[in-house]
């Protein structure tokens, strides 16, 4: 069988590590990181160029390929454009309703107190390509920024001796104002430190692999970045009334994405939890990535689980904090109340997680390895910073002054206590 089903309760301390110690597996690689991170500091495009030679085996003429992702966006398939040109409406719209808006409000005694939000003028954004296509990440990355009111979004993306014109195309349509054809650890230095050709940035969002990952967190402090994300992984709360195929169906979609992706379903049925293993081999030859697809659903941190129950169903999931998680169940709404810890939501049996990589409009790029528990995923608010604003009236002062002077001078703060006496002696 290509996946196990086994019983949560009866996971011994190795075997729940392997589903709730999950990392972005970066510890190992650092070293070599931090050293291409710094050659790019001091040398420029020299050393991107020298990478992009030594990691990608392509020789780079000129890193700005802003004009070649228009000329790809005009020679797509009519097809393509009219599924890229949806996907960019459904995102642009949800995302356009995360906009906040400006508010004061004046109180009684005399304070007017508002917050205000204003975009980061300078975003670089990770989009993972080459030879391969990725115009949803493209779509997924940029347009948040654009929404939000960037003045300038930058695009990396790896290099190929043909890029593919799907993610050229797509970083077009998505609103992009300057592209570079360069990939991993060298990408995200050029973007922290900037370069000759490629503009330094105030954040840089947008997944990769291990290697970007860990220049992010290299660059983390220098400058400002989403999250640090491992694999992608899926987690499926399942009841009897879910139809095996649609669940299975989820995790072998999860599971191509990588050898290291965890794909795990949740259900206190015993019958549909050996339903569901079995339409998970009877699917996995079918597909055209089935050597990574096995590799990924029989790593001990992928599997069919049967809880006792519904609630220990539940309380798993909402520990596991997944990246993506379905929820296929009579009771679904009331199975969503229970849970904090989730980057994306799936509803319901026709509500595919591929919906949300692609289409449906929210937003793809979001926390893994248990970063749910404290952050979402990318949003408007991403590239927004806040401020406060305060004013208040001579009456507004007086009511507060007696206030704040004490709590000033019990903290040995003389000048803070006597900046509202002048005013309050005036």
Same mark, same amino acid.
């Given at each position: 069988m290509t996946i196990d089903v086994r019983?949560? +309760?009866?996971l011994g301390p190795v075997e729940r590590a392997a589903f709730f110690d999950r990392d972005a597996g970066i510890d190992a690689i650092r070293g070599d990181v931090r050293e291409?991170?710094?050659r790019v500091r001091e040398e420029g495009d020299v050393a991107v160029r020298g990478f992009t030679e030594e990691f990608d085996g392509v020789s780079v003429g000129n890193l700005d390929v802003t004009d070649a992702c228009e000329r790809a966006w005009a020679e797509l398939d009519a097809d393509l454009r009219e599924a890229i040109e949806t996907a960019v409406e459904n995102v642009r719209e949800f995302h356009e309703a995360q906009l906040p808006e400006d508010w004061r409000r004046e109180f009684d005694d005399g304070r007017e107190l508002g917050r205000r939000f204003r975009p980061l003028e300078?975003? +670089?954004?990770?989009v993972? /390509? +080459?030879s391969a296509a990725y115009p949803s990440s493209a779509i997924m990355g940029v347009l948040p920024a654009v929404v939000a009111g960037v003045e300038h979004v930058a695009v990396v993306t790896p290099p190929a001796d043909e890029q593919n014109p799907a993610t050229l195309g797509a970083i077009h349509a998505a609103g992009a104002d300057a592209v570079y054809a360069v990939g991993g650890a060298q990408a995200v230095a050029g973007l922290a430190y900037g370069t000759e050709t490629i503009d330094r940035v105030q954040k840089v969002v947008g997944p990769g692999n291990r290697w970007v990952t860990a220049a992010k967190a290299e660059v983390r402090g220098d400058v400002e970045i989403d999250f640090l994300a491992g694999p992608s992984e899926v987690l499926v709360i399942a009841d009897e009334s879910a139809d095996p195929d649609f669940v299975a169906a989820d995790l072998v979609a999860q599971a191509e994405h990588d050898p290291n992706s965890p794909a795990v379903a949740v259900t206190d049925d015993a019958e549909t939890a050996e339903a569901i293993a079995s339409a998970v081999d009877a699917q996995v030859a079918d597909r055209e990535r089935t050597d990574v697809i096995e590799e990924a659903l029989a790593s001990d941190g992928? /599997?069919?689980l049967l809880a006792r129950s519904m609630s220990e169903?539940?309380?798993?999931?909402e520990s596991y904090a997944p990246e993506h998680l379905a929820i296929v169940a009579d009771e679904e709404e009331a199975i969503l109340d229970r849970i904090d810890s989730a980057g994306s939501v799936f509803l319901g049996p026709y509500t595919p997680v591929?919906? +949300?990589d692609y289409a449906s409009g929210t937003n793809h790029v979001l926390p893994t390895v /248990? /970063?749910?528990?404290?952050?979402?995923g990318l949003s408007v608010e991403t590239f927004l910073r806040a401020s406060t604003v305060q004013r208040l009236s001579k009456g507004g002062l007086s009511a507060l002054g007696e206030t704040i002077i004490t709590l000033a001078e019990a903290e040995g703060l003389e000048g803070h206590a006597e900046s509202v006496r002048k005013r309050l002696e005036e």
């Open positions: 019983e949560i +309760g009866e291409i991170v710094e300078r975003v +670089g954004v990770y993972p /390509g +080459g992928s /599997g069919v169903a539940i309380l798993f999931a591929a919906a +949300g /248990g /970063g749910a528990r404290v952050t979402g």
